[in-house]
């Protein structure tokens, strides 16, 4: 296979699922209430009320981006938290089971599993089966149990899959219909609009700094108003529904960023996937045993994991980092240490191809430059690994 040629050298970021660039208009939106307008929105005084008044008018513009009522909206302190808070607080409510496919991000795999759930199997995209998925519910209730929730994210993480969320209603309206439904569509907002699935949910989860906002602040929308129970009290904020002070400058930019992806998501859309498909397709041009993990009509425009024969992720990755290009393997967790993929083995990836996996995924601040470079670094850290490779076997067979 032929190398591309080499391009410049500034860092290339290929990681947007774990966390997108602030847009500058997020940052402009947010540091009044960091520099002056530092009150605390809870107080009395009309400072205070400023404060509050930036919340609500935060609030009204998240939902109509998202398609809900002003008042459904919660702020939060992160994705993470918004999906604790849905599962967690719709157990304890009801005191039924959560259930959930085994790809879901572990923010939400792991609440489940705390509270004895259960887990379900998925297709070979990673979306939910929901053949599995009715078996799981009948099993259920004709346990004489009652399901308290099922979550299914909007779009994985790691493959960037999109579940069918009025399909999946459908079936737990059948089968458990007195279920809440919640999806974590925290990886969605800059490919999908939110207004076509938050009617089909009854809690839907969203962290700010996924699409261009600061981290540090999340959403989760109460579909038609309280269902759950709080997870954080003793504060009163957020009509009871999550205590804690409010983050005023987050909230704000969060909610500037979030109206930026929407207003942009139709044109960028079409330019990621160009974007995207050049890089995976340049890649595989010049580096054989390159596959892709899914057709790219399953998933959304800025995923670009594929798998490498003849390599490991956490080798590749080493390489890249070492020359500026920004990657993962899977989804990003607290050690950054790597893990196996979960994601991949309930796909039935066989083990020895998802050690070579490499998830590249692209946002707002891509641009051709970029695609050049990674897939100039990408080829050179391949052909480098696998001739070292290459070396050790042929000086074991001199041994």
């Given at each position: ?7 410049d050298t500034a860092i290339t970021y290929l990681d947007h699922a774990a966390s997108a660039p602030m847009r500058p208009e ?272 399953e998933k959304i425009a800025g995923s670009g994991h594929v798998c490498i024969e003849g390599i490991e992720s956490e080798a ?48 707002h601040t891509t641009t051709d430059a970029d695609i050049d470079r990674g897939v100039h670094v990408v080829t050179k850290a ?18």
């Amino acid at each position: 296979m032929n190398s591309p040629g080499p391009v410049d050298t500034a860092i290339t970021y290929l990681d947007h699922a774990a966390s997108a660039p602030m847009r500058p208009e997020a940052i402009e939106a947010m540091l009044p209430y960091l520099r002056d307008q530092y009150a605390n929105p809870s107080g009395s005084h009309r400072f205070a009320r400023q404060a509050r008044q930036a919340v609500d008018e935060s609030r009204d513009r998240v939902a109509a981006v998202l398609g809900c009522r002003p008042n459904d909206v919660v702020f939060t302190g992160c994705g993470t938290e918004s999906d604790n808070m849905a599962i967690t607080g719709a157990v304890t409510r009801s005191g039924g089971v959560a259930v959930c496919p085994a790809t879901e991000h572990h923010a939400v795999l792991e609440v489940v599993e705390h509270h004895g759930g259960v887990v379900v199997g998925v297709d070979h995209a990673g979306r939910v089966d929901l053949e599995h998925l009715a078996a799981a519910l009948d099993e259920i209730v004709a346990a004489d149990r009652s399901v308290a929730i099922v979550s299914v994210m909007t779009v994985n993480n790691e493959v960037g899959s999109i579940n069918d969320l009025a399909a999946v209603r459908r079936v737990v309206r059948r089968h458990a219909p007195g279920a809440l439904l919640h999806t974590d569509a925290v990886q969605a907002v800059c490919w999908l609009d939110l207004r076509e699935v938050t009617p089909h949910v009854d809690l839907l989860a969203l962290s700010a700094h996924k699409f261009g906002g600061p981290k540090g602040v999340g959403v989760l929308v109460e579909n038609g108003g309280p269902k759950i129970n709080p997870l954080i009290i003793g504060g009163g904020q957020e009509r009871e529904r999550r205590s804690g002070t409010h983050n005023t400058a987050g909230i704000v930019a969060a909610s500037v960023a979030l109206e930026l992806a929407d207003a942009e998501r139709a044109t960028e859309v079409v330019r990621i996937a160009a974007l995207r498909d050049r890089l995976v397709d340049e890649l595989c041009t010049h580096l054989d045993g390159v596959t892709e993990t899914l057709d790219r009509s399953e998933k959304i425009a800025g995923s670009g994991h594929v798998c490498i024969e003849g390599i490991e992720s956490e080798a590749l990755l080493f390489l890249l980092d070492e020359e500026a290009v920004c990657a993962s393997a899977a989804s990003a967790c607290a050690s950054g240490a790597m893990e196996p993929s979960h994601v991949l083995a309930a796909m039935g990836v066989p083990a020895e191809r998802s050690l070579g996996a490499l998830r590249l995924t692209l946002g707002h601040t891509t641009t051709d430059a970029d695609i050049d470079r990674g897939v100039h670094v990408v080829t050179k850290a391949v052909q480098r690994l696998r001739s070292h490779t290459d070396q050790a076997h042929t000086d074991r067979g001199m041994a």
